[in-house]
C-alpha cells in the first residue's frame, strides 16, 4: 500500500459524456476506465494493443455487473509512437463521436532502453510528450464542442527532475539515459497542460479545463524495462513495492478526481498530486519554456502554420 492513498469520493454520474482513455488497458489506465464506465460515460479505449484493449473492456464488464447504469466501452487502436497513426485515430473519434467530454492522456513508456519512433523521435519524448501533443491538438476542437470539458495529462513527480533539452531532445549527441529522457518527457506533460490552458483562456474559451498529475509510486507494467539496466532490477522493484507502492486502482484517484470532482471544475493548468493541487517544479511553471516546447512540438508533428485547433468543429 502507498503511504498516501486519497480516494475521489466524488459521486458525480457522466450519463451520456463521453472518454477518451489512452493507453488503458492495463494499470491505472484500465482502472480508469472502469470507474468512468460505472459512472454511465461511453469510454473509447485508445490502445496499442487492440486485442488486449478489447480482453480488458470484457473483464471491465464482467466486474461491473453489480453496478446499475453502466456506460459504454468501444476500443480503436492508437500507437502514440506513430504520428500517421495518431492522426487516423483522431479522424476515426472525429468522423465517428458526437462529442468528446474527457481526453485522458495516460499512455506511455518508461525507462525504456533507447529507440526511436516511426517518425525518428526519442520514444519517451515521441511517445509521451509528442503523440499525445499532436492528438490532444486533432481532437481539441470536438472537445471545445463539449459543454464543460477537460484534458488530462497523466505526468509524474520525476518531473522535477526533468530538463527541456532543446539542443537535443532527441538524444542524438549527448549519452543516453533512460531516466533522464523519461524525466524529460514527464515535464513536457506539465508544460503542455500549462501553455494548452493559458492559450485556450487566451481565446476566450472557458468550457476546457486542462490538469496534469502524478499517479503515485504504482506497481504497474513500466517496469518491465527495469532490467536493461540491471540484471535483477524490476524483481527488486517489484518486491519493494508491495510495501511502498500504490496498487493500480489506488494510482487512478487523481486522474479520476481530475476527471470528475466539482472541487476542481473550476481550475485548469494546474499540477496535482494525491487528488490535491500541487507546485510543480519551476521550470514547469517558466512561460518562455512552455512557449518554446509549444512552438518546436508542432513543428516536429508536422502542422500546418494554418491549422487552429482552438475553432469549433464543424462537419
Given at each position: 500500500m502507498g503511504y498516501s492513498c486519497s480516494k475521489c469520493v466524488s459521486n458525480v454520474r457522466l450519463d451520456g459524456k463521453t472518454a477518451v482513455v489512452t493507453g488503458c488497458n492495463v494499470g491505472i489506465g484500465k482502472e480508469t476506465v472502469k470507474d468512468l464506465y460505472r459512472r454511465g460515460a461511453k469510454v473509447i479505449m485508445a490502445c496499442r494493443n487492440v486485442k488486449a484493449a478489447e480482453e480488458a473492456a470484457e473483464d471491465i464488464r464482467k466486474v461491473?455487473?453489480?453496478?446499475?447504469?453502466?456506460?459504454?466501452?468501444?476500443?480503436?487502436?492508437?500507437?502514440?509512437s506513430n504520428l500517421k497513426l495518431v492522426k487516423e485515430c483522431s479522424e476515426k473519434l472525429i468522423k465517428n463521436e458526437n462529442r468528446i467530454d474527457l481526453l485522458i492522456n495516460n499512455g506511455g513508456v518508461m525507462m525504456c532502453p533507447f529507440s526511436k519512433t516511426v517518425d525518428g523521435y526519442e520514444m519517451h519524448f515521441g511517445t509521451n510528450h509528442l503523440g499525445h501533443f499532436l492528438f490532444t491538438l486533432l481532437l481539441l476542437p470536438k472537445i471545445i464542442q463539449s459543454r464543460h470539458s477537460r484534458v488530462i495529462l497523466v505526468s509524474s513527480m520525476v518531473h522535477y527532475g526533468g530538463v527541456i533539452d532543446f539542443g537535443d531532445l532527441n538524444y542524438t549527441s549527448k549519452p543516453y539515459s533512460g531516466l533522464a529522457a523519461y524525466k524529460q518527457s514527464k515535464l513536457a506533460n506539465v508544460l503542455f497542460a500549462k501553455e494548452l490552458a493559458r492559450r485556450l483562456q487566451e481565446r476566450n474559451i472557458n468550457n476546457v479545463n486542462t490538469y496534469s498529475l502524478?499517479?503515485?509510486?504504482?506497481?504497474?507494467?513500466?517496469?518491465?524495462?527495469?532490467?536493461?539496466?540491471?540484471?535483477?532490477?524490476?524483481n527488486v522493484y517489484n518486491f519493494l513495492a508491495k510495501f511502498f507502492a500504490k496498487n493500480a486502482e489506488q494510482g487512478a484517484q487523481t486522474t479520476i478526481y481530475c476527471a470528475v470532482h466539482e472541487n476542481c471544475a473550476s481550475e485548469t493548468g494546474l499540477y496535482y498530486d494525491d487528488c490535491k493541487v500541487k507546485k510543480p517544479c519551476a521550470d514547469a511553471e517558466n512561460l518562455d519554456i512552455a512557449k518554446k516546447l509549444w512552438d518546436v512540438s508542432w513543428e516536429l508533428v508536422g502542422l500546418e502554420k494554418s491549422y487552429d485547433p482552438f475553432r469549433r468543429y464543424s462537419p
Open positions: 461491473s455487473t453489480d453496478y446499475q447504469n453502466t456506460g459504454d466501452l468501444q476500443v480503436v487502436h492508437l500507437d502514440l502524478h499517479p503515485g509510486v504504482v506497481a504497474t507494467d513500466l517496469s518491465r524495462h527495469f532490467d536493461t539496466y540491471l540484471t535483477g532490477l524490476k
